[in-house]
């Protein structure tokens, strides 16, 4: 079903950008989309497919709340705002709000911390820059202590990795 929609809807391979959570989501990613890829005629298209977790995870260790809104909204070069850049006509930006943070790995690295940095970001991603919302907090707390990696509480891997795969396509091809 997700190589048929995204034969249908011309989607390129998808990106996963950000930080370290993100590293182990584009392996993932790619591990998916290289076997559809192998399919026997399927070709990928050429509307972009972005995901990206807006680095927040290793943000809430340094960056002030007010910070983190400035970083969102900063030009990254003349004229330009990273996270709110016009997009090519037709992709999909999504952003992969989460996974729920297990324990306190570093000062400050919380996950009520985290879902105000979420909130911020929240009207200026959605509602102003049209990305697409991907929240995983829920499904990562319940595999967050059974994961591998996730000894620090925060690169919560493995099965709920699968799950953002899944709310994402179905978010994007309405499948599962």
């Given at each position: 079903m997700?190589?048929?929609c995204w034969t249908a809807g011309n989607y390129a391979k998808p990106l996963a950008r950000g930080d370290s959570v993100m590293e182990f989501f584009r392996e993932y990613l790619n591990l998916r989309f290289d076997a559809i890829e192998a399919r026997p005629g399927f070709q990928f298209g050429s509307r972009s497919v972005h995901v990206h977790?807006?680095?927040l995870t290793h943000r809430i260790w340094h960056?002030?709340?007010a910070d983190w809104f400035a970083?969102?909204?900063r030009p990254t070069l003349p004229g330009s705002?990273?996270?709110l850049d016009p997009f090519p006509e037709g992709g999909v930006r999504v952003w992969a709000l989460g996974p729920f943070f297990s324990s306190e790995r570093e000062t400050k690295c919380t996950q009520g911390r985290?879902?105000?940095f979420g909130n911020l970001a929240r009207p200026v991603l959605v509602e102003e820059g049209g990305w697409r919302e991907a929240?995983?907090?829920n499904v990562s707390m319940g595999l967050s202590l059974e994961t591998a990696t996730a000894l620090d509480g925060m690169h919560v891997i493995g099965p709920s990795m699968k799950v953002l795969f899944h709310v994402i396509m179905n978010d994007i091809c309405g499948v599962s």
């Open positions: 997700i190589a048929s977790n807006l680095r960056d002030s709340e970083e969102l909204l705002r990273e996270f985290a879902e105000r929240d995983w907090r």
